[in-house]
């Protein structure tokens, strides 16, 4: 009976290696250096919202990451930019000798004719 509750413990506490090790796999560490007046005002902050420093760094971070990949990725066109584009798109000119080469090209490549 002994031997018995002791495999248990061993199966158990496997089970557990395996899901830290799963669980670590998972998630990556950030580390920064900051000087103490930048982590007293992150304190600070932080706990005004009632969150952990890490909870609070990590949110504003993917914050500021979503901001910085929607800067780069979304075009933000003026009004008569918008104008233009829909124009080109609902009445595309004719194309030139150029088009009509890269298409030939494309063709012969592909051996398709769309």
């Known amino acids: 009976m002994k031997t018995d509750v002791n495999e248990q413990n061993k199966t ?3 089970a557990d290696r395996k899901d830290a090790k799963q669980s670590s796999e998972s998630k990556a560490r950030l580390e920064a250096r900051i000087s103490r007046a930048t982590h007293t005002r992150i304190k600070l902050a932080a706990d005004i919202q009632g969150r952990t420093v890490t909870d609070f760094v990590v949110h504003a971070a993917l914050n500021a ?7 780069n990725f ?10 233009a584009f829909a124009e080109a798109l ?6 030139n000798n150029a088009l009509r080469r890269a298409f030939e090209r494309h063709s012969a490549l592909t051996g398709r004719n769309d």
């Open 65 to 71: 990451a979503t901001k910085a990949i929607e800067e």
């Open 74 to 83: 979304v075009v933000q066109l003026s009004m008569e930019g918008q104008e």
């Open 12 to 14: 158990a506490r496997s």
């Open 90 to 95: 609902l009445n595309p000119p004719e194309p």
